[in-house]
């Protein structure tokens, strides 16, 4: 694990920094851009993950400290971004390295500093012919982001509902578009990614970190897109190995399966999505854990599905008005053992309205509700009005 974890990581690198370095020709250009974000957010009760609130940090109903009502204001979500484009003998080569301030760190009670944060860091190469290269760190290929049915970039609050395909990952990705006339594009991937596990306490290595692991995870997906009608579909394959206290090592193969579409019928836009996962629940938004140990010490993966559900209505050019329901479950054959404060199931309600003004100005308000249920019965729920005012440069 470490040795390919390793090469892509040098591979990833080696990209990048060659495009920084290389002078640009007369195609290229490089530009500075991002956002200022602030979020207003009142809770009916109290939520410690400001800004970004998901189903685990939903305050149980026997957490009686939690019950007082709160009102945040925060812009850790503000990002900064350096973009890039240029052509090389045909090739086109472009990429993006960003940042935001999404930290626990710093001192919120005198200072408000937060350190920047990565979130994306890669460079990709498209050839004429259809084919692309892709290295650095970028969403999973097993995310939605490029059908607008991502949720999250529905919803005020971009942790999105539950049921949300959501991870980050360092890649290695390749991939041909194929052109199908006026019936749309198809476009065929695959990848190689970091793969880890939840840290389970053992005192031998430290599996948040990938020790342990025996080998990546490996990823293919198929899309088809159109202006009307898109649609995709992927899957990812991985094992989750851990090394348990007294040296023990125990592996269970790891899977994930998703499709989402979305159709564009002017003025409204119907989404969804849906997926089940073995193992890999930290690409469902980490609702989930990914695999956990038994109370008799054995080790397994947690299983889940989810979906979400949506509908956006253009009210003009500048309003949008948008709607989402969300559910996730983890399963309780495959999981039975697991007791406590372990999420068995959840659902969320988002509604909101967002709109563009002064050109780089957006504003959006949003209601939100979230409840849970624990595998040991114990319900929690919070209604969440969230309001945010973006300046994009």
């Not at 800004?51 to 009102?71: C, M, R, Y």
Request: aromatic share 10%; charged share 20%.
């Amino acid at each position: 694990m470490r040795q390919s974890c390793s090469v892509v990581s040098l591979l990833s690198g080696a990209v990048v920094a060659a495009a920084l370095l290389t002078p640009a020709p007369t195609s290229g250009a490089v530009s500075v851009g991002g956002y200022v974000k602030l979020d207003i957010i009142y809770s009916d009760k109290v939520v410690t993950t400001i800004p970004a609130i998901g189903p685990t940090n939903v305050p149980l109903d026997t957490d009686k400290e939690k019950d007082n009502s709160q009102t945040n204001l925060d812009v850790r979500q503000s990002r900064l971004r350096v973009t890039w484009d240029e052509t090389v003998g045909g090739v086109k080569i472009s990429g993006r390295i960003e940042g935001d301030f999404t930290t626990t760190d710093g001192n919120a009670l005198t200072s408000n500093s937060r350190h920047l944060r990565l979130r994306h860091a890669f460079a990709r190469a498209d050839h004429p012919s259809g084919f692309f290269l892709l290295a650095g760190q970028w969403f999973s290929l097993f995310m939605n982001d490029e059908i607008a049915a991502a949720a999250a970039v529905r919803t005020v609050d971009f942790n999105g509902p539950a049921g949300q395909i959501f991870a980050r990952q360092p890649q290695l990705r390749v991939g041909w578009k194929v052109p199908m006339g006026p019936t749309g594009t198809l476009t065929l991937e695959g990848d190689i990614e970091k793969h880890s596990v939840e840290d389970l306490g053992s005192p031998v290595v430290n599996e948040s970190q990938g020790e342990g692991q025996v080998t990546p995870l490996f990823g293919g997906k198929v899309s088809w897109r159109h202006p009307i009608f898109q649609a995709e579909a992927a899957l990812m394959l991985g094992d989750n190995t851990v090394i348990l206290p007294g040296g023990r090592d125990e592996s269970d193969a790891a899977w994930a399966f998703q499709v989402s579409a979305e159709a564009r019928l002017r003025p409204v836009t119907l989404f969804g999505s849906y997926y089940t996962q073995q193992g890999l629940g930290r690409l469902v938004n980490g609702d989930f854990a990914s695999a956990d140990s038994h109370p008799g010490g054995q080790f397994g993966n947690v299983e889940s599905q989810g979906f979400y559900v949506g509908a956006g209505l253009a009210l003009t050019p500048e309003t949008t008005v948008n709607a989402i329901y969300g559910w996730a479950k983890s399963d309780e054959d495959a999981s039975i053992g697991w007791t406590g404060s372990h999420l068995e199931k959840q659902q969320s309600i988002h509604v909101n309205v967002f709109h563009r003004f002064w050109k780089n100005w957006q504003v959006g308000l949003e209601y939100q509700r979230r409840d849970v249920e624990t595998f040991s019965g114990v319900e929690g729920d919070v209604t969440i009005v969230r309001g945010a005012l973006w300046y994009f440069f």
